[in-house]
């Protein structure tokens, strides 16, 4: 198996079906999409469920209930840890459930670290573009994947790495944990990642754009910023920031870009 997309999905239903059709319709079929959805309701089931009878879609739902218990620790750096343990892939690639991937994004990114040994993490560039409640796209901002970087945090975006499984033992010895599921970390949890990839390698780019990331009205970075805070928003700790991530990855690395 060449790639495993580990893709976390929570109430989203206007986007999940989108995000699941775009990975599916990839040009390169040798991949598996392990779906993690954190107890979604029903009008995103209902969304999902066709998708399901996919072979290469593998799906696992959480018994997530109270709002405490999502607060407790950053739900996606939950669901991606469990999925990595299940994956089979001798790539990892992340999906989030308001993400399109370009329909050739599988196969530029697997051609490129098959072509490159000594290269351990790819990112692409990608598109990031805000909607309104009514779908409209208010604004577009491209994220260029230009240079070599150990200041990935902040810049690079979730859903445009993909880096190689015999990483991860080596992540998961110094830091003891894959991704870091922290809450402190819940708006940050990529760039908390990223953080810990840089300290070991740097990032290399492809300079294509193969995602679209679609910010909408519910996502938790909209509703962390926005002046009525969500119940899950006012449940969770003091959220660090991108200033102090970077500024500490500097700071360990030596690096400024
Ligand atoms: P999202 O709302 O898209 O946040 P952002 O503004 O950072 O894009 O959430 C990111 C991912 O986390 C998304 O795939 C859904 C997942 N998620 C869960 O799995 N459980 C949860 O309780 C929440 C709030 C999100
Ligand atoms: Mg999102």
Redesign the pocket.
Known sequence: MKVSII??????PHFVGKALRAALNQTMGDFELLL????SDAETQRVIRPFLSDPRVRFYR?G?KSLEE?AQK???A??INQAIRLSRGEYITY?????IYHPSRLERMSNYLDERPDVQIVYSSSVTRYVDDNGKIVRTVERPATQVTRMAPCIVD?CSVMHRRSILPEVYRRFGAFWDEDPRY?????ARFFWRLNQLWPFHPLPEVLDY?Y??T???????FSEEKSA?IRKLPPQKTCRELRESLAALTGHGT
């Open positions: 893709m976390t999905s929570y109430n989203k993690m959805d954190d107890n959480s997530v999502r950053t739900r996606y939950v669901l999906l989030t459930d308001d993400n979730h819940y708006r940050l949890g990529d990331n910010i909408t519910v996502s938790l970075h909209q509703q962390m899950l």
